[in-house]
Protein backbone atom coordinates (compact mmCIF):
# COMPACT_ATOMS: atom_id res chain seq x y z
CA UNK A 1 0.00 0.00 0.00
CA UNK A 2 1.09 3.38 -0.62
CA UNK A 3 0.57 5.35 3.00
CA UNK A 4 -1.80 8.15 1.70
CA UNK A 5 -3.59 9.61 4.13
CA UNK A 6 -7.73 9.65 3.21
CA UNK A 7 -7.88 7.57 0.26
CA UNK A 8 -10.97 7.77 -1.93
CA UNK A 9 -10.24 4.45 -3.24
CA UNK A 10 -8.82 1.81 -2.06
CA UNK A 11 -8.75 -1.33 -4.39
CA UNK A 12 -7.78 -5.00 -3.20
CA UNK A 13 -5.96 -7.82 -4.41
CA UNK A 14 -7.90 -7.04 -7.33
CA UNK A 15 -7.83 -9.83 -10.42
CA UNK A 16 -10.01 -11.05 -13.49
CA UNK A 17 -9.48 -13.58 -15.19
CA UNK A 18 -10.24 -14.71 -18.70
CA UNK A 19 -9.73 -18.43 -19.53
CA UNK A 20 -6.15 -19.34 -18.58
CA UNK A 21 -5.32 -15.36 -18.84
CA UNK A 22 -5.02 -13.34 -15.63
CA UNK A 23 -5.33 -10.08 -17.65
CA UNK A 24 -5.25 -8.43 -13.57
CA UNK A 25 -3.29 -10.09 -10.96
CA UNK A 26 -3.95 -9.35 -7.81
CA UNK A 27 -3.32 -5.91 -7.35
CA UNK A 28 -3.88 -3.38 -4.85
CA UNK A 29 -3.51 0.29 -3.92
CA UNK A 30 -5.27 3.52 -2.65
CA UNK A 31 -5.70 6.72 -4.41
CA UNK A 32 -6.24 9.71 -2.14
CA UNK A 33 -8.45 12.21 -2.12
CA UNK A 34 -7.81 15.61 -4.01
CA UNK A 35 -4.74 14.36 -5.82
CA UNK A 36 -3.86 13.01 -9.68
CA UNK A 37 -2.56 8.93 -9.24
CA UNK A 38 -1.55 7.37 -12.30
CA UNK A 39 -1.04 3.93 -13.52
CA UNK A 40 1.66 3.51 -16.19
CA UNK A 41 3.19 0.36 -17.95
CA UNK A 42 4.06 -1.02 -21.21
CA UNK A 43 1.48 -2.13 -23.74
CA UNK A 44 -0.35 -5.21 -22.58
CA UNK A 45 -0.10 -4.46 -18.69
CA UNK A 46 -3.06 -4.46 -18.07
CA UNK A 47 -3.85 -1.01 -17.42
CA UNK A 48 -7.37 -0.33 -19.38
CA UNK A 49 -8.44 -3.65 -18.38
CA UNK A 50 -7.70 -2.17 -14.65
CA UNK A 51 -9.58 0.94 -15.63
CA UNK A 52 -13.08 -1.34 -16.66
CA UNK A 53 -13.10 -3.46 -13.13
CA UNK A 54 -12.92 0.20 -11.53
CA UNK A 55 -15.29 1.70 -13.30
CA UNK A 56 -17.52 -1.40 -13.37
CA UNK A 57 -17.78 -2.16 -16.71
CA UNK A 58 -15.80 -5.64 -15.76
CA UNK A 59 -16.81 -7.87 -12.68
CA UNK A 60 -13.54 -9.07 -11.10
CA UNK A 61 -12.94 -12.47 -10.50
CA UNK A 62 -11.63 -12.17 -6.90
CA UNK A 63 -10.68 -8.47 -5.17
CA UNK A 64 -12.92 -5.86 -3.22
CA UNK A 65 -13.01 -1.96 -3.85
CA UNK A 66 -14.12 0.74 -1.35
CA UNK A 67 -15.09 4.44 -3.05
CA UNK A 68 -15.53 7.56 -0.91
CA UNK A 69 -16.45 5.09 1.87
CA UNK A 70 -18.35 2.18 0.68
CA UNK A 71 -18.21 -1.54 -0.88
CA UNK A 72 -18.86 -0.83 -4.82
CA UNK A 73 -17.16 -4.42 -5.27
CA UNK A 74 -18.64 -5.48 -8.49
CA UNK A 75 -21.11 -2.37 -8.74
CA UNK A 76 -22.38 -1.71 -12.67
CA UNK A 77 -21.02 1.22 -14.21
CA UNK A 78 -24.74 3.38 -13.24
CA UNK A 79 -24.07 2.43 -10.05
CA UNK A 80 -20.42 3.65 -10.25
CA UNK A 81 -21.61 6.99 -11.79
CA UNK A 82 -23.86 7.15 -9.20
CA UNK A 83 -21.26 6.78 -5.98
CA UNK A 84 -19.42 9.56 -8.25
CA UNK A 85 -17.05 7.62 -10.22
CA UNK A 86 -16.75 9.16 -14.07
CA UNK A 87 -14.27 8.11 -16.51
CA UNK A 88 -13.36 8.92 -20.25
CA UNK A 89 -12.43 6.88 -22.13
CA UNK A 90 -9.13 5.89 -24.56
CA UNK A 91 -11.10 6.07 -27.91
CA UNK A 92 -13.02 9.29 -27.88
CA UNK A 93 -16.85 8.34 -26.65
CA UNK A 94 -19.31 11.50 -27.90
CA UNK A 95 -22.30 11.76 -29.93
CA UNK A 96 -20.57 13.03 -32.88
CA UNK A 97 -24.07 13.95 -34.49
CA UNK A 98 -25.07 16.36 -31.38
CA UNK A 99 -23.95 19.41 -30.69
CA UNK A 100 -21.43 20.45 -27.61
CA UNK A 101 -23.97 21.51 -25.67
CA UNK A 102 -26.39 18.63 -26.59
CA UNK A 103 -23.52 16.10 -25.76
CA UNK A 104 -23.36 18.56 -22.46
CA UNK A 105 -26.31 18.37 -21.32
CA UNK A 106 -27.22 14.54 -21.94
CA UNK A 107 -24.43 14.14 -19.76
CA UNK A 108 -25.61 16.45 -16.77
CA UNK A 109 -29.13 15.19 -17.06
CA UNK A 110 -27.78 12.69 -14.36
CA UNK A 111 -28.08 15.54 -11.78
CA UNK A 112 -31.92 15.94 -11.99
CA UNK A 113 -33.20 13.75 -9.21
CA UNK A 114 -35.91 10.80 -9.51
CA UNK A 115 -39.03 11.44 -11.99
CA UNK A 116 -37.02 14.98 -13.00
CA UNK A 117 -34.55 13.18 -14.98
CA UNK A 118 -37.54 12.40 -17.85
CA UNK A 119 -38.87 16.72 -17.58
CA UNK A 120 -38.45 19.06 -20.70
CA UNK A 121 -35.13 20.04 -21.36
CA UNK A 122 -36.37 24.05 -20.38
CA UNK A 123 -37.17 22.79 -16.95
CA UNK A 124 -33.79 21.11 -15.99
CA UNK A 125 -32.19 24.19 -14.14
CA UNK A 126 -29.63 22.40 -12.07
CA UNK A 127 -28.15 20.58 -15.62
CA UNK A 128 -28.65 23.63 -17.58
CA UNK A 129 -26.51 25.74 -14.92
CA UNK A 130 -24.16 22.64 -14.63
CA UNK A 131 -23.70 22.75 -18.86
CA UNK A 132 -22.68 26.46 -18.78
CA UNK A 133 -20.73 26.17 -15.81
CA UNK A 134 -18.42 23.63 -18.18
CA UNK A 135 -18.70 25.70 -21.70
CA UNK A 136 -17.09 28.68 -19.52
CA UNK A 137 -14.52 26.38 -17.77
CA UNK A 138 -13.64 24.78 -20.64
CA UNK A 139 -13.55 27.71 -23.01
CA UNK A 140 -15.93 26.20 -25.22
CA UNK A 141 -18.14 29.29 -25.55
CA UNK A 142 -17.42 29.82 -29.59
CA UNK A 143 -18.53 25.89 -29.88
CA UNK A 144 -21.42 25.37 -28.14
CA UNK A 145 -23.33 24.83 -31.32
CA UNK A 146 -21.02 22.85 -33.33
CA UNK A 147 -21.66 19.26 -33.79
CA UNK A 148 -19.15 17.44 -32.08
CA UNK A 149 -18.32 15.65 -35.22
CA UNK A 150 -16.60 18.82 -36.92
CA UNK A 151 -14.20 19.35 -33.59
CA UNK A 152 -10.52 19.05 -33.65
CA UNK A 153 -9.53 15.93 -32.25
CA UNK A 154 -8.04 18.04 -29.22
CA UNK A 155 -10.93 19.98 -28.93
CA UNK A 156 -13.19 16.42 -28.79
CA UNK A 157 -10.98 15.14 -26.02
CA UNK A 158 -11.28 18.08 -24.27
CA UNK A 159 -15.28 17.69 -24.56
CA UNK A 160 -15.22 14.70 -23.76
CA UNK A 161 -13.40 15.13 -20.38
CA UNK A 162 -16.18 18.10 -19.85
CA UNK A 163 -18.98 15.57 -20.63
CA UNK A 164 -17.27 13.30 -17.64
CA UNK A 165 -16.95 16.06 -15.07
CA UNK A 166 -21.19 16.48 -15.88
CA UNK A 167 -22.29 14.81 -13.61
CA UNK A 168 -19.91 16.61 -10.76
CA UNK A 169 -17.97 13.09 -9.73
CA UNK A 170 -16.12 13.14 -6.86
CA UNK A 171 -13.63 11.14 -8.95
CA UNK A 172 -12.39 11.06 -12.39
CA UNK A 173 -10.89 8.88 -14.35
CA UNK A 174 -9.00 9.49 -17.70
CA UNK A 175 -8.03 6.91 -20.25
CA UNK A 176 -5.16 8.12 -22.12
CA UNK A 177 -6.13 11.73 -22.66
CA UNK A 178 -3.60 12.98 -24.76
CA UNK A 179 -3.68 9.99 -27.26
CA UNK A 180 -3.09 11.19 -30.70
CA UNK A 181 -2.64 15.07 -29.54
CA UNK A 182 -0.34 17.28 -31.05
CA UNK A 183 2.47 18.71 -28.55
CA UNK A 184 0.12 21.71 -28.41
CA UNK A 185 -2.90 20.47 -27.40
CA UNK A 186 -0.97 17.63 -24.86
CA UNK A 187 0.71 20.82 -23.33
CA UNK A 188 -3.54 22.38 -22.85
CA UNK A 189 -4.58 19.15 -21.83
CA UNK A 190 -2.21 18.83 -18.88
CA UNK A 191 -2.63 22.47 -18.04
CA UNK A 192 -6.40 21.22 -17.66
CA UNK A 193 -5.95 18.05 -15.97
CA UNK A 194 -3.82 20.06 -13.52
CA UNK A 195 -6.46 22.88 -13.08
CA UNK A 196 -8.99 20.37 -12.33
CA UNK A 197 -7.46 18.97 -8.63
CA UNK A 198 -9.14 20.13 -5.66
CA UNK A 199 -12.31 20.11 -7.41
CA UNK A 200 -12.23 16.48 -8.47
CA UNK A 201 -9.91 13.48 -7.96
CA UNK A 202 -8.20 11.63 -10.55
CA UNK A 203 -7.00 8.43 -11.51
CA UNK A 204 -4.99 8.92 -14.88
CA UNK A 205 -3.73 6.33 -17.53
CA UNK A 206 -1.12 7.63 -19.85
CA UNK A 207 1.19 6.74 -22.32
CA UNK A 208 3.41 9.64 -21.95
CA UNK A 209 5.80 8.76 -19.02
CA UNK A 210 7.00 12.85 -19.09
CA UNK A 211 3.52 14.24 -18.52
CA UNK A 212 2.77 11.54 -15.56
CA UNK A 213 5.93 12.33 -13.81
CA UNK A 214 5.27 15.60 -14.12
CA UNK A 215 1.56 15.69 -13.14
CA UNK A 216 1.06 12.53 -10.85
CA UNK A 217 1.19 12.86 -6.75
CA UNK A 218 1.33 8.83 -6.68
CA UNK A 219 2.35 6.48 -9.53
CA UNK A 220 1.58 3.25 -9.73
CA UNK A 221 3.43 0.71 -12.67
CA UNK A 222 2.06 -2.70 -14.01
CA UNK A 223 3.42 -5.18 -16.28
CA UNK A 224 1.13 -7.88 -17.58
CA UNK A 225 -1.35 -7.62 -15.22
CA UNK A 226 0.36 -7.08 -11.65
CA UNK A 227 1.87 -3.85 -9.79
CA UNK A 228 5.37 -3.77 -9.84
CA UNK A 229 6.03 -0.49 -8.09
CA UNK A 230 4.50 2.51 -6.62
CA UNK A 231 5.43 5.82 -4.96
CA UNK A 232 6.18 9.04 -5.74
CA UNK A 233 7.74 9.90 -9.73
CA UNK A 234 11.05 10.07 -8.38
CA UNK A 235 10.69 6.65 -6.47
CA UNK A 236 9.22 5.39 -9.93
CA UNK A 237 11.81 7.03 -12.35
CA UNK A 238 14.48 5.31 -9.32
CA UNK A 239 12.87 1.78 -9.25
CA UNK A 240 14.91 -1.04 -11.12
CA UNK A 241 11.80 -2.99 -11.63
CA UNK A 242 10.38 -0.08 -13.98
CA UNK A 243 13.34 0.20 -15.88
CA UNK A 244 13.60 -3.44 -16.39
CA UNK A 245 9.86 -3.34 -17.46
CA UNK A 246 10.65 -0.40 -19.67
CA UNK A 247 13.83 -1.00 -21.25
CA UNK A 248 14.15 -4.43 -20.80
CA UNK A 249 17.38 -3.79 -18.43
CA UNK A 250 18.25 -1.38 -15.41
CA UNK A 251 18.84 2.29 -16.42
CA UNK A 252 19.85 5.32 -14.73
CA UNK A 253 17.44 7.36 -12.80
CA UNK A 254 17.03 9.62 -15.53
CA UNK A 255 16.42 7.65 -18.71
CA UNK A 256 12.86 8.00 -18.37
Not at 74 to 80: D, E, Q, R, V
Not at 219 to 236: C, L, N, P, S
Amino acid sequence: MNGLASPILSVRNLSVRFGALVAVDDVSFDAAAGCVTSVIGPNGAGKSTLFNLISGALAPTAGSMHFAGRDVSGKSPPAMLAAGLSRSFQITNLFFDLTVFENLRLAAQFLEPGARVLQPVGRSERARARVSHLIERFSLDTKAGELAGHLSHGEQRRLEIAVALASEPKMLLLDEPTQGMSHADTRETADLIRSLVGDVSILLIEHDVDLVMDLSDHVIVMAQGRKIAEGTAREVRGNRAVQVAYFGEARGADAT
